[in-house]
């Protein structure tokens, strides 16, 4: 397949608990590297509101549109992964009559609350770190250090330099987990394996490897932009409404960082897109934040996480899920 071909073909994909979904011509295809060493792959239905209703297709709206249905797919197909992938049978037999119990009474009932108290959680939690926190600490230095001698146009270029802080650290945190590190490493494969395909070159493991980690299209990179997005939007905004109850009274304002929000998002979607379709000095530069962030957030995978990219690639591409490696045929120790 020649480069000219591939760059008509859009191509995306997610790191998952010891698996990777990859989004192409033929669907959403899920592949996992199984507790007994073998491959599984399987297509996944998903169908786009954008491809629906041409409303939900225009520039900005898009955007919105893809970030919602991306987080939904993706965190319900993580949780599958998580599912499939962390059977142990020998734990089984030593599980407590209470595990029993609520597994034979409540079953998948029992894991969908569990993930619905998890995504709450941590929508709470973000919302925590990225609107409340910011916006109480620049009222904080604001009115007990300064005397309130900041001007609040400045309200959100100290804010979003917190976020950018929080952002970074945590992100780092948890590239510390031994779990988490594997899911990074499953992402430096999807972008690899990416980037292999998008080039023209045979998807095998070796070209795979000779491959960069960090794309531009990623949604690391998104929430980067997003975030610069937000300290330029936001600060326009204050100025607009400087001396106003708007940027004085702490709630209001992060009711209005919330209403812009979609627009942000919206424009961040767009330049992610052009960022990778069109990579020049310009687009390079700009997108430089997110793809030096992607160094965290990715990982060099070895052998066998390539494998099950590549597997995954293939079924987006031509539907081909029958495919199934076996341990005795894995190029590298998945583990």
């Known amino acids: 397949m020649s480069k000219k071909s591939c760059s008509y073909v859009a191509v995306g994909g997610q790191a998952l608990m010891e698996g990777i979904m990859m989004k192409g011509p033929k669907g959403a295809a899920m592949s996992l590297r199984m507790p007994d060493g073998s491959i599984t792959t399987e297509m996944k239905e998903f169908v786009s509101l954008r491809k629906k209703y041409k409303f939900f297709n225009i520039p900005i709206i898009r955007g919105v549109v893809t970030f919602i249905e991306s987080m939904i797919f993706g965190y319900n197909l993580l949780m ?15 599980e407590s009559k209470l595990d029993k119990w609520l597994s034979e009474h409540f079953g998948p009932k029992m894991m969908a ?3 619905a108290v998890s995504a709450v959680l ?25 005397n309130s001698a900041i001007d609040v146009s400045f309200r959100a270029l100290f804010e979003g330099f ?28 999807e ?16 070209n795979v490897k000779s491959e960069g980690r960090c794309h531009p299209r990623c949604g690391t990179s998104f929430i980067f932009v997003t975030i610069l997005l937000s300290i330029i939007i936001s600060s326009v905004v204050a100025v607009i409404f400087r001396g106003t109850v708007i940027t004085s009274n702490r709630v209001l304002w992060i009711v209005v960082k919330l209403l ?6 919206g424009i961040g979607f767009e330049f992610i897109q052009l960022a990778g379709k069109y990579p020049n000095k310009l687009t390079k530069a700009l997108s430089a934040p997110g793809l030096l962030m992607q160094r965290i957030t990715t990982a060099e995978p070895d052998e066998a996480i390539i494998e099950v990219a590549i597997e995954s690639m293939k079924a987006a591409l031509y539907g081909d899920t029958e495919t199934m490696i076996k341990p005795e045929e894995k190029s590298g120790d998945a583990e």
């Open 260 to 265: 812009i929000m979609p627009l942000i998002m």
């Open 191 to 206: 972008h690899k394996t990416i980037f292999c395909f998008e080039h023209g070159k045979e998807l095998t493991v070796e």
């Open 113 to 115: 609350v569990i993930g």
């Open 122 to 146: 941590g929508f709470g939690l973000a919302f925590v770190l990225f609107m409340w926190l910011p916006s109480f600490l620049f009222d904080l230095v604001n009115g007990k250090i300064f």
């Open 80 to 94: 599958e992964s998580a599912e499939k992938t962390s059977m142990d049978f020998e734990a089984e037999e030593n």
């Open 162 to 189: 917190i976020r950018v802080v929080l952002f970074v650290a945590y992100m780092a945190a948890v590239a510390q987990m031994k779990e988490i590190h594997r899911v990074y490493m499953y992402h430096g494969a």
